[in-house]
Each structure stands twice: as structure tokens, then as C-alpha cells.
């Protein structure tokens, strides 16, 4: 754990020193930074300026790989691709279209293993159990690993996909054009 209060640290949150002197990674070291890879890169100065900088980029090594405990709910849910992005996970956990553990929440609400998920889409409504959290958005495959539906959950949506299959098309009814005799019987009806 670094003092910046992650095993990962993003470039934008890192020291940035002026690229002057022999010894970059030595500058950095003074810094009271753990050792890491130094790359130049140019940063705004202010006034329309810019300078060449060191940027302390790197990931720590040994915490870098071990997985995550919690996530947030609207990063676990487009994570595991039931939204595209994640401000329409937020709309829809703000809406109370996604409950964790039976009960209604804010998006900055941790998800951990073994919570469940309710995700309600339309008529659809999915009942999860969350196995895993990632924090990046991989391939569908990969997102699957992330939650296991429940049985009862699967079945229901099952049924509602036949339902819905079997059903007459929402149009069917609909030919084109009014004919002249149902433009006839639009007058009468209308009062024209």
C-alpha cells in the first residue's frame, strides 16, 4: 500500500517533478515515492504553457494482482454488462430498478461476493448472485463469471421470453393506410 492510498496509482494523481537534472529516478526516490518507472510526459504548466515533466507512472509491485473486495454497484453492473455504460447504471439504480439485498440503494453502494442482485429491465426482472467484482469491462465470457443467476430467476425469465414469442405482433392489426371505408367510420366516430 502506498501513501496514496492504493496499490494502483493513476498518473494523474502522482508527483510530477521538472525533467531537469542527471538523475530523474533519483529525484523521485527523494520524493519519498516507492520506486517505480519514470516516463517523461508533457504537462500543462497553466497560462497555455506546458513543460516536459516526470511523471510517476507505475503500478506497485506484489498488490497489483490481488483481486478487489468491493465495487461500487453502477461499476459491478456495467462491468458485468448489464448496462453500456455506467451513467445508465447509476439512472437505473437511482430509478430503483436494481435492489441489492432486497433493498433499495445509491450508486456508490459496495457490491462483494455473495450479495444478491435484482436488475429489473421492462417487463424482465433478474435476481443474481454477485461471485466476483472486477473494476474493468472485459468480454462478455469474462463479465458472465462475474454473477450466477438463480434458478427461480431463470426460469421466470424463460417464461416471459415464450410468453412474449407467442404472443401476437404489436402491429398485426395495423394494414398501412386507412381505406376509404375506415376513413368513413374515423368521421363518424370523430364527430368530422
Known sequence: MSRYGSSRID?????VLPWSGSRPKERLASSGCPPARVAP???SCGRGQSTFALV?????TGDG???LGHLRIDKWLWAARFYKSRSLAA???EGGKVKLNGE??????????GDSVEVRSGELQCQVEVRAVSPRRGPAPEAAKLYAETGESRARREHMLLMRRAGPHPGHHARGRPTKRDRRMIRRF???
Open 11 to 15: 498518473t494523474d494523481q502522482c508527483p
Open 41 to 43: 510526459r508533457e504537462v
Open 56 to 60: 510517476y507512472a507505475s503500478r506497485m
Open 65 to 67: 494482482d490481488k483481486p
Open 91 to 93: 439512472q437505473a439504480v
Open 104 to 113: 433499495r440503494v445509491k450508486p456508490a453502494r459496495d457490491v462483494r461476493p
Open 190 to 192: 370523430t364527430g368530422e
